[in-house]
């Protein structure tokens, strides 16, 4: 007997809305549920491999494990496991502090809304402010624009009001990341982008790849990647020479105009040409575009935060959208108020904060909190330089760090080092297999969980709850339970909030308060988070395809008064950066830079063993453009050897004609810790040995090189 049954998917933040057929206990396929999804129906590649995922392919962990010596793992009962690491905690925490604990959480921890919500409750409960995460390798120069230049509290556009959507290093057509970084849709993106077409909205991308994103784009910029700052800087320039900016918007939410001015003036459009290698008729023809929009909208990706000059890249970028006042204005139409957590929403402009300067700092850099964390790239030395709080213990929350951050020769040293690392996972990944317990964890439709994360990234109002569509396999426990489970065997009681970015943990007034004897009920928690929602938690449980609430139409407010806060444009040290990448020299010792990509069949590290990965990305094609191979005598298929200043690895060449010259283009996460030197023996090539966690880091959030790393090409 089979039955459908309806839930979401909870690898990417699209979160598709989808129908499982469930035999006999058993997933056996799943289709997209287009009956109340904010996207119509839609679902990718890894919505049908999570199903395979579930029912044990990618050896799934079905028990925790516990290593009893190098590569040496066996069974051991959840309970045992709990107790020993509790037991080994408190240890720890007697003898030298709450600061010897550390967590990661990785891109497996975003969804698991209960897990990662107890967790933030377990860590100030320890009372430790070692909070690691994906973002500090990602795009945390996002933070470190909103802290040095403040933000517009009503946010930025829909992209069905946008008129001209500039998409910088971002390819949401496969990675589905989109609002509110970039302007798009997260489910569906590509019909989203098509239908923006069709309303004749002007997409513009800049990419040094013809991303599949570029498909809707009426015009493609392919700069050398890591020139972002400079190209900005020179559209910032045109709005201000041509005075095409808005300057309503600008006299009343932005300060250091002025100070902005004097220093884009040498960013003329030549000298961008020149230095990203595009022609000068594409930037005046985009600073054009920008400057005629009534409602722009400048985001960008992974791309420009993952280059060189990664905060002052996103800084420039987020000064064109200021100038351009690309954000909600008052009286605007607020398509998705939040159903959740619902929001008013005001036109107003929030000081920058540069939390990073003072409170808690990290142990070995004079660097203090960025939105709760402290960078991942000072992990290794945060854990091995010596010191009374140096980091002892490392819980890994859905993560793969070891692969997420690079330079293996620096970062398994450090992980080695520690006196007790757990991961917390499914897969036995790379990480994994240097940790003293392994818990496995159970999967998405065997949990409870809510649409917390596409709350106010839905195109408009709509909230979905999933219960359990199988039974979790026995070995396995959710997130959530480890986190009470261990917290309760130290004797800690947690407290369930709805902790949102931005949030304090600590401040956040209303809580449900978890005894420590009995495991609280997930059902009551979600129903606890729904408790401010538009759509009560009955209603949404007795509508398993979710809820497109019927709200009255809401609309921007304008603020009650000034509250004096101001965009700032150019402060000091963005000044400083922009007169230091002006003074730049070309690397001449390198002759191409390694960019990154993203593939759809696979998430990072997880599903690289799926079948249609396999089938498809035996490894991770290096990609080139043909003018570059036939130049270097690189054919398809050739083994090739990529060098940068901080390692090697050996790929596999192929041709792309999208790519412009003298980039080389891989997914990252491939390939094994080790030496780079059979790719296809190895499952691809680990692209992170080309990558410095001590050379080449940002100021501020510590962001490394992960993409256009200079490199040097041969063919073995
Ligand atoms: N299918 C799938 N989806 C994913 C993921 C996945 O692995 N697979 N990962 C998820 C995660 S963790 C994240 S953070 C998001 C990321 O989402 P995206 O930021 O959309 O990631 P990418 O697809 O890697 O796109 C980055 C683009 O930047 C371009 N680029 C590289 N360097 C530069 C540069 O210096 N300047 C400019 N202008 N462009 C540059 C690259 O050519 C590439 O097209 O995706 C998420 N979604
Ligand atoms: N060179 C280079 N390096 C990069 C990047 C790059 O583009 N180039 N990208 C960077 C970026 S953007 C990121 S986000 C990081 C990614 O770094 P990580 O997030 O550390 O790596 P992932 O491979 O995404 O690890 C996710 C893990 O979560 C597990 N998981 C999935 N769902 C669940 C769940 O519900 N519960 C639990 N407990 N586990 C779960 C998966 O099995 C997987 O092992 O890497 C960064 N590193
Ligand atoms: S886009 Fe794919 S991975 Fe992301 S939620 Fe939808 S089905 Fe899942
Ligand atoms: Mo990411």
Redesign the pocket.
């Known amino acids: 007997m089979s039955e459908k049954k309806k839930t979401f998917c909870?690898n990417c933040s699209a979160l598709c809305s989808l129908e499982v057929t469930v035999q006999e206990g058993r997933m056996t396929g799943a289709t997209p549920d287009g009956t109340a999804s904010p996207y119509g129906a839609y679902m990718c590649a890894k919505g049908l491999a999570s199903i395979d995922f579930h029912n044990g392919a990618e050896e799934r962990l079905m028990s925790s494990l516990k290593r009893q010596g190098p590569g040496d793992y066996r069974p051991v009962a959840a309970a045992q496991a709990l107790d020993e690491i509790a037991g080994r905690l408190s240890a720890l925490i007697e003898q030298y502090g709450p600061r010897s604990v550390a967590l990661?959480h990785?891109?497996?921890?975003y969804?698991?809304v209960l897990?990662a919500q107890l967790e933030k409750s377990f860590l100030s409960a320890i009372g430790t402010p070692n909070l690691f995460s994906?973002m500090t390798?990602?795009?945390s120069a996002k933070w470190v624009t909103a802290g040095r230049m403040g933000v517009m509290a009503s946010g930025k556009p829909a992209l069905r009001d946008v008129d001209v959507a500039v998409i910088v290093g971002n390819n949401p057509v496969v990675s589905h990341q989109t609002y509110p970084f970039g302007p798009g849709e997260s489910g569906a993106p590509g019909r989203a982008f098509a239908a923006a077409r069709a309303r004749g909205t002007r997409i513009i991308v800049v990419d040094p790849r013809r991303s599949e994103t570029a498909r809707y784009a009426d015009l493609c910029l392919q700069p050398l990647p890591g020139q972002d700052a400079v190209l900005f800087a020179a559209i910032a320039h045109i709005l201000l020479r041509d005075k095409t900016f808005d300057r309503a918007f600008c006299d009343r939410f932005t300060t250091q105009m002025d100070a902005l001015r004097a220093a884009v003036a040498p960013f003329t459009p030549a000298l961008a040409a020149r230095r990203a290698d595009v022609p000068i008729a594409q930037i005046e023809l985009a600073a054009q575009w920008i400057g005629e929009a009534r409602r722009p909208f400048v985001g960008s990706g992974?791309g420009p935060s993952?280059s060189a000059h990664s905060n002052l890249n996103d800084h420039m970028i987020e000064v064109v959208n200021a100038l351009a006042g690309g954000y909600r204005r008052a009286g605007d139409r607020v398509w998705n108020p939040g159903t959740l957590n619902p929001r008013r929403v005001v036109e107003t402009a929030v000081a920058p904060t540069r939390s990073w300067e003072r409170g808690v700092m990290c142990r070995t850099a004079e660097i203090g909190h960025l939105f709760g964390e402290f960078p991942t790239a000072l992990l290794p030395q945060e854990i091995l330089v010596p010191g009374p709080d140096k980091i002892r213990a490392l819980i890994v929350?859905?993560?793969?760090?070891l692969?997420?951050?690079?330079d293996p020769d620096r970062a398994i040293p450090a992980f080695q080092d520690l006196d007790l690392l757990v991961s917390?996972?499914?897969?036995m990944?790379e990480?994994a297999r240097l940790a003293h317990y392994v818990i496995a964890?159970s999967?998405?439709y065997e949990r409870h969980d809510i649409s917390t994360a596409g709350d106010s990234l839905y195109p408009q109002a709509f909230a979905q709850y999933a219960a359990p569509v199988v039974a979790k396999p026995q070995g396995v426990m959710d997130?959530w339970e480890f986190f009470w489970g261990v917290a309760s065997r130290m004797s800690l009681p947690l407290t369930l909030k709805y902790w949102n970015y931005g949030q304090v943990f600590d401040a956040i007034p209303e809580g449900l308060p978890l005894g420590i004897d009995e495991p609280p009920d997930p059902e009551e928690m979600i129903r606890f988070l729904c408790r401010k929602s538009t759509v009560p938690f009955e209603t949404l449980r007795a509508n398993p395809s979710g809820v497109r609430p019927d709200l009255p139409p809401q609309y921007v407010l304008a603020a009650p008064e000034d509250n004096g806060a101001r965009l700032e444009l150019c402060p000091h040290d963005v000044a400083k950066e922009l007169e230091g990448v002006l003074q730049e020299r070309q690397d001449e010792r390198f002759g191409y830079h390694l960019t990154?990509r993203?593939i759809l069949e696979a998430?990072?590290?997880?599903y690289r063993e799926s079948s249609a990965v396999r089938r498809r990305y035996p490894v991770n094609w290096a990609y080139f453009n043909p003018d570059d191979m036939a130049r270097e005598g690189i054919g398809e298929g050739d083994t090739v050897r990529l060098q940068s200043e901080a390692g090697t690895v050996v790929g596999v060449a192929k041709s792309d004609s999208g790519l412009r010259t003298g980039v080389i283009s891989m997914t990252?996460?491939f390939g094994d810790l080790g030496p780079s030197t059979d790719p296809p023996g190895q499952g691809g090539s680990f692209?992170?040995r080309l990558?410095s966690l001590q050379d080449c880091l940002e100021p501020i959030n510590f962001m490394p090189r992960?993409?256009g790393i200079p490199v040097n090409v041969q063919r073995c």
């Open positions: 909870r990661y990785g891109t497996g921890a969804r698991s897990g994906t390798i990602d795009q992974t993952m929350f859905g993560g793969n760090p692969m997420g951050l690079g917390l996972d499914a897969r990944n990480t964890t999967q998405p997130d990154c993203r998430l990072n590290s997880a990252h996460m692209t992170g990558t992960f993409s």
